[in-house]
């Protein structure tokens, strides 16, 4: 029987769809609501709305579930490899065994990154956030490389895909050796993908770079528990832009700028950074956990809460497990890992996290993983980032294969002045915030506003 959910709005009644996902997951379909009673639903960060249907991933928050394609992400963390999980999120199926090596010599065979894009590379500014450096040199890509044109063959789609796959890796170890002022390195056919990275990271004309199997596989299920996590922050700005029908390169650009943010994927350098001041102030968590309690203060505690997970998030577990695997192979004692423990535990026992249901995230481990296997606290986001591209890219071609897809366009509820009336410039009071006036400011004059008229700006 279709089932459907009945509105009433000054005493008239609708019957809306109710859908049914794959495991039983239910939603009210509006999409015609406001044509019919014109009204629209007010979800500040859209927490109650789902903006398309999607078979890539599927979260259970409650439960704790991940799964790709419909496996669990525990399976996969087991048993696959980053490459091969990607061509299961873009393809839908798991590959072949010849499927899997044709994907791979696709991915070295595109691997290089043009050489004029290294002298944009050159030309940042030491100390550039590698994040803001990723994502202006990945728009850049659509100047060196053609676009996807509608229509386009699926080899020709497959292609870009690998090309940008590859390229963001190799783009990403480039812009660390670049900004360390070290020598490039190039990415080589011989060895797997995050080999590779590892490879371009860290080897040296003076100390060749030894590949470590464990760190090999230990990268592997790091990118393997990043690659896609349904309609998150960066992949909804990846399908709000791709909407527009831009191209690839600049939607999966604006996921990476989406990705820097502290609430999302730039967390795993913000819980370090967290962790060392715990750290330098003697160690102990509780004045941090009663920050993060305390309503009046911003700060929140990093690597804590989750907008779907109420409940421990699965690919914290699996991170959690490994950062000890590795630590404990490389005989490398970290205080911040004692000290993290600490915290878990302290917020665990406490009353705000045991009902706000603040469990740790992914975040909470992936850094101290990451400082675990070397790699640079700046370069932890693009860590989270190569590992995220998978399901961008897969997004993005659900979203532009949907055929009720449209372009993006939230609607919302005005709530500023009414209409009024055009006041001339000599009867305007000046703009003041608390008690001061806003301009002009104490900033030095430039120029332009020493030397001309402010008559001349109107
Ligand atoms: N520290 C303190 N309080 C918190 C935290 C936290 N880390 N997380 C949530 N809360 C509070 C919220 O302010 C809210 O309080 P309120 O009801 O009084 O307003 C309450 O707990 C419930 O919050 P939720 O609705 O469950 O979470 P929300 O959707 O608001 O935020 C978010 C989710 C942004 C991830 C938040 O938990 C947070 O800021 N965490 C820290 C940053 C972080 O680790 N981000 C990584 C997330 S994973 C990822 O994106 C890869």
Redesign the pocket.
Known sequence: MKKTATLIVDGKSYELPVMVGTDGNRAIDISRLRKETGLITYDP?F?NTGSCTSSISYMDGEKGILRYRGIPIERLAEHSSFIETAFLLITGELPTKEELSDFSAMLNDHSLVHEDMRHFFERYPRGAHPMGILSSMVNALRAFYPEIPERSEEAEINKAFARLLSKLRTMAAMSYRISKGMPVVYPSYFLSYCANFLNMMFDSAVRPYVIDEDMVSALNVFWIL?AD?EQ???TSAVRLVGSARVNLYAAISTGISA?WG???????Q??VEMLQEIYDRGGDPAPFVAR??D?NDP?????????I??NY?PRGRIMKKMCYRILEKRDFNDPLLDIAMKLEETALRDS??ID???YP????YSGMFLRAIGIPLDMFTVM?AIGRLPGWISQWKESREDPRGKLCRPRQVYSGPGKRDYIPIPERKPKEVNGRRLYPQSVEKTFETKYRSSASYL
């Open positions: 960060g927490g990043h996590h998150n922050c960066s990705l502290p609430l999302h994927g730039g967390a795993n913000a819980v993060a309690k309503k700060f929140r505690l990093m690597g804590f809460g989750h907008s997970y109420k998030d705000y996290f706000n249901k603040l995230n992914i975040d909470f989270f």
